[in-house]
């Protein structure tokens, strides 16, 4: 069946230093793959989409990587801030479906 | 910038009573997705709306229905309501077309609590 794993530990970093998030798929063909942040209580917003064809995107602080082979994304935050601390979800379209597939999320604390 | 709007935020209901949530997508937008997230779960998909018409089933319990209206307007009917229903129930929307059409914007949620 498919599955989308994600470290479900959380995930504690120093702030200033890089927060690395690991994405792994099973059984997906994707596209692409799709990088949320989710603050408790509120609704998932999107950071990054990256296509199968892409090997890695940034934005501002963020970067992410997809290497279709390894069937894994990684997810960077840079120069990581006290801010930047919430859960982090992986999110495919898989099956035919038309909604979004979630992996369990990585909760991160970046720690002053 | 106009953001997905969902209401009510909260809802108390009893078991086996109705609940009808509501979500007003972004302006332009004709697709909507609705969620619903338990206690430390991640979203799941129950189902979506294509200019008015739907466009894919999830996880949705017999029980629910959904709709689309002529504004791009959805509602989420819940019936026979049970404890395990409780949970955040989001929205979300997008603009099919659009260059970064598979983005979903995902409105604050409704949280509901089943006595």
């Known amino acids: 069946s498919q599955k989308i794993e994600q470290n479900s530990e959380a995930l504690n970093i120093q702030e200033g230093k890089t927060a690395t998030l690991t994405c792994n798929y099973t059984n997906y063909s994707p596209a692409y793959l799709q990088w949320y942040r989710q603050d408790p209580g509120r609704g998932p917003v999107f950071l990054l989409l990256i296509r199968e064809n892409e090997k890695e995107k940034r934005k501002e602080r963020l970067k992410v990587t997809f290497d279709t082979t390894l069937k894994q994304s990684l997810f960077h935050i840079t120069a990581s801030q006290p801010a930047d601390s919430a859960t982090y979800l992986c999110a495919l379209l898989g099956g035919g479906a038309d909604g979004l597939t979630f992996g369990k999320g990585t909760h991160l604390i970046i720690q002053p | 910038a106009a953001g997905v709007i969902q209401s009510p935020r909260h809802l108390i209901k009893e078991k086996r009573e109705t609940a009808t949530l509501k979500c007003y997508p972004i302006p332009r937008h004709d697709t909507v997705y609705w969620y619903q997230q338990g206690p430390g779960q991640d979203p799941q998909f129950l189902i979506s709306?294509?200019?008015?018409?739907?466009?894919d089933k999830g996880s949705i319990p017999d029980r629910f229905s959904a709709q689309q209206f002529s504004d791009y307007h959805s509602e989420l009917n819940m019936s026979s309501l049970e404890l395990g229903d409780s949970a955040l129930y989001f929205c979300?929307?997008?603009?099919?077309?659009?260059?970064?059409?598979?983005?979903?914007?995902f409105g604050p949620g409704t949280r509901l609590l089943v006595l």
């Open positions: 709306f294509y200019e008015k018409m739907q466009s």
């Open positions: 979300a929307s997008r603009r099919m077309g659009r260059t970064e059409k598979e983005t979903q914007y």
